[in-house]
Each structure stands twice: as C-alpha cells, then as structure tokens.
C-alpha cells in the first residue's frame, strides 16, 4: 500500500497530545503524550477508570477541547490550532454526538429535534427535512416522528439522538456512556443499532467504563493516568443479531 492510499484511510491521528489544566496552584496532567490512528469505519471503544483521561481524549477527539500541545488531524486537517468557531464549524460537519443523557430538546417533536445540526448547518427547510426524515427511518422511529421526548421510552430517546447525530452523514460517531442510562435490554438493542451502523460504513468511538459494552468493539484502547494502558482488537466480541424496525 502507498503512503498515499494509507494516509487516505487514517481518519483521526493524535500525535503526541498533552493536556495540561491548572487546578489553583496544582498542574493536572490529563493527557501525557497519547499517539493514536484511528481509520474509516473502525469501531473502537475508548476505556479506562475515572481520572484516567478518557473523557478529556474524547472532548479532543470531538473538538469540544483543544490539546495543551501535539497534533490532532481529522480527515487529513490538522483541527489542533484551530479557533472557536472553526472547531463549531466542524462538529456540525464532521462529528455526530451521543451523551448518555440524549440531550434532547423537550418541546420540540422528534423530527425538530433531528434537524437541530441542518438549522446550525445553515440547510434550507425542505432538505433539512428529507434529511431528517431519513435519518429517523435508519433508526426504525419513522412513526414517531412527531412525538415527544416525554412521550418516548428511555430507548426510544436515545435512538433519536442517534439519528440526530447521523443527519449530516458525519465522519465519526461519537458515543459517551451511551447505554448510561438504559435497562440492560434496551442498551443491548442500542449497541445492536450501532452494529447495524457500523456495518453500513460508519466510524464509532464509543467512551465506556463497562467491559460488555466496550465488547461490541473491533478494537479497544485502554487509558490510564494519561497514557495507552493498552490498544488491542477485541477477541470476545459481543455481537446481536438486531431487526431495527422490530424494536422501534
């Protein structure tokens, strides 16, 4: 393979990325020096206790932070020195997010709730809606499209961050804690939909402290103390055989 052709399917690469924040008197070390390459449509789970650093690699990864020094290239640009809304501009396009806590908003239906990232992308009424409209169907909630968060399950509020997360046909998925707040059955319905998703040729990072959610994986990092503990493909992977219109 040319360098070429190697550069091209290296999604994200870290290069010596420190982070460094100032606790009063106190210098706290989040991040001491992390090399990692992650390539399209990997599914990598980010691990690791808590203090370990994992949270402040993903706010970088997702360009919520910026690293005290060292590079981050996200598809072949370099996003380190970036300002404020360079980095905005780039979440909206490049980065799909899903919190534990769905982050939905509660007076909107879920269709307005899934064009949120088109309305700040600046894509006009009749796009953004087909847009949406899609992106809800690839989560199997087509007939919910007009509810409301409150009239949804748990599962079901999660499935519509990831079609909001989805809608610009972002780089990366970025997942933190996402079965966090579900009952163990619909986390597993959850974790089969991002199956589904990454077989159809999206990148997922998922951040979990939980070994059978970090199981869905092909590849797992493990953080300690600001470095690579450990960075393995997963061996026992977890997999479930998922209909997502069934469990809509």
Known sequence: M??????????????????????????????????VEIKKNEYVA???????GKSTLMNIIGCLD????????????NVSDMNDNQLARVRNKEIGFVFQTFNLLARSDVLHNVELPLIYGGVGGGERKRLARESIARVGLTD??????????????QRVAIARALVTHPSILLADEPTGNLDSKTGDEIMGLFDVLHKEGNTIIIV?????????????????????????????????HHDIAASA
């Open 2 to 35: 040319n360098d070429g052709t190697h550069a091209m399917s290296i999604l994200i690469r870290l290069q010596n990325i420190k982070k460094m924040y100032q606790m009063g008197s106190e210098e706290v070390h989040a991040l001491r020096g992390l090399n």
């Open 46 to 52: 980010i691990m690791g206790p808590s203090g370990s």
């Open 66 to 77: 910026t690293p005290s020094s060292g590079m981050y290239e996200l598809n072949g640009t």
């Open 144 to 157: 919910r499209a007009h509810h409301k968060p409150n009239e949804l399950s748990g599962g079901q509020r």
């Open 208 to 240: 979990t402290h939980e070994e059978e959610i970090a199981a869905h994986a092909h590849r797992r990092i493990r953080i300690r103390d600001g470095h690579i503990e450990h960075d393995e493909p997963v061996t026992d992977r977890r997999i479930i």
